[in-house]
């Protein structure tokens, strides 16, 4: 033959059937991962749910209150205010309906030391490791304070 080899051994037809394959089952493949689609708690109702209740009010510089209520039991109201010892802190409640049905509820404060939310589904410090804390923050090691100083 001339023009090279025009017959194709089994092993090639094999080879290229098994990348066609490889090649068709990857293009079939969903493009996002299944337990991200169409789950009613995800893109159902709840993505469509109306607002019942929304307020703004700004007061004065670095004081306001914000509040929304939607129809499948989302709340939230946050307020702000800005004290001139202290910086700023921002206190405020947030509650949803968990999908056993219970109505779950956070509240926090959110100042320079951080972000402090309290709620019954969140774990609260053991007793013992509080007083620890506390009398740590009493009692500071004086060999400590070397270390600090250098």
Do not use: C
Not at 114 to 123: A, C, L, R, S, V
């Amino acid at each position: 033959h001339q023009f090279g080899s025009l017959h194709h051994t089994p092993t090639a037809t094999m080879k290229f059937l098994l990348i066609a394959a490889f090649v068709a089952v990857a293009a079939a493949r969903p493009q996002f991962p299944t337990h991200m689609m169409h789950h009613d708690h995800h893109h159902g109702h709840e993505a469509n749910a109306a607002i019942l209740e929304h307020d703004y009010q700004m007061m004065e510089p670095g004081h306001y209150m914000y509040k929304f209520k939607t129809e499948n039991g989302i709340e939230m109201m946050e307020q702000a205010a800005m004290a001139r010892e202290a910086g700023h802190a921002v206190q405020g409640v947030f509650s949803y309906v968990a999908p056993n049905g219970e109505k779950v509820a956070v509240r926090y404060v959110a100042d320079e030391a951080g972000f402090h939310p309290e709620g019954d589904h969140i774990p609260k410090m053991p007793v013992a490791i509080a007083r620890a804390l506390e009398w740590i923050a009493a009692h500071p090691d004086p060999e400590a304070r070397k270390w600090d100083q250098n």
